[in-house]
C-alpha cells in the first residue's frame, strides 16, 4: 500500500540539473486501499476508483469543464515547501473523441488557500501549461513539446519546487523552468487531477500510477 518513506534516495534529473532527493511517499496503487489513501475534491462529478485488472487509480470526470484533484496524504511541515512529484498519467481511449482535445492531467504543489503551483498536460494536442495562483509575471508558461504522448499512451509528468526556482517535465525532458520570488504562494498540499477545459456531459477518464513525493536531501 501507499506510504510515507523516509530512508529511500534517488536522484532527480531534469534537463541539466540534478538534485538529490529522499522519497517521502510513494504509492503504486497496487491495492483498494492505495487508492483510498487520495481524498477526492472536486465534488459529486468526480469518481475515483480502482482498476483491479490494471491496478491502476482511476479517475472519471462525468462532465465539462471540470477538475478533478485528488489530495495527497502528505504536506509540508512549513509554508512554501521543496518538493518534488512524480506520476505516471494517462487519458484513457474510454474518453469520448469529442472531449478529448482539452482533456489533461495535471499535478500540483504549495496547494493552499486558493494558492499553488500547476503543471497540465494536454496530451491530444501535446501542449503543456506550468500555472501558478495567483498568477504573475511569466505565468502560466505555455508551450508544445514532441515528449508528450498522446491518448492512451503514459506520460510521466514531473514538478519541482525547491526555493525560488519552479522546474516541469514530462518523460525525462524539461518543459520549463520558472523563477518564482512570490511570498504569496504558501501552501504545504500536494495533489494529481484529472480535467477538461471542454463543455460536455461526456466522461473524460484516465489512469494514474507509480505515485511519489520527495524532498531535497539534506
Not at 3 to 21: D, E, K, N
Not at 71 to 80: M, S
Not at 87 to 101: C, G, M, P, Y
Not at 184 to 193: E, H, M
Amino acid at each position: 500500500m501507499g506510504a510515507l518513506v523516509g530512508a529511500a534516495l534517488v536522484t532527480g534529473v531534469l534537463g541539466a540539473v540534478a538534485f538529490a532527493t529522499v522519497t517521502v511517499y510513494q504509492n503504486p496503487f497496487a491495492h483498494r486501499g492505495d487508492v483510498r489513501e487520495l481524498k477526492k475534491q472536486g465534488g459529486k462529478a468526480c469518481m475515483r476508483e480502482f482498476s483491479r485488472r490494471h491496478h491502476r487509480l482511476v479517475v472519471i470526470a462525468k462532465r465539462a469543464p471540470k477538475n478533478c484533484p485528488l489530495r495527497l496524504p502528505v504536506a509540508g511541515d512549513q509554508a512554501r515547501p521543496n518538493h518534488v512529484i512524480k506520476v505516471e498519467a494517462k487519458i484513457s481511449k474510454d474518453t469520448a473523441k469529442s472531449v478529448r482535445r482539452r482533456a489533461y492531467v495535471a499535478v500540483s504543489l504549495r496547494v493552499g488557500g486558493k494558492t499553488g503551483y500547476e503543471l497540465r498536460i494536454f496530451p491530444k494536442r501535446g501542449r503543456f501549461e506550468l500555472r501558478r495562483k495567483p498568477g504573475g509575471a511569466g505565468f502560466p508558461d505555455k508551450g508544445r513539446s514532441g515528449a508528450i504522448r498522446g491518448i492512451g499512451k503514459t506520460n510521466t509528468l514531473r514538478l519541482q519546487t525547491f526555493g525560488r526556482r519552479i522546474v516541469a517535465g514530462v518523460n525525462g525532458r524539461q518543459l520549463a523552468s520558472m523563477p518564482d520570488g512570490s511570498g504569496r504562494i504558501k501552501g504545504r498540499r500536494v495533489q494529481i487531477a484529472l480535467g477538461n477545459r471542454g463543455d460536455s456531459k461526456k466522461n473524460t477518464k484516465a489512469g494514474f500510477d507509480s505515485l511519489m513525493v520527495a524532498v531535497p536531501d539534506p
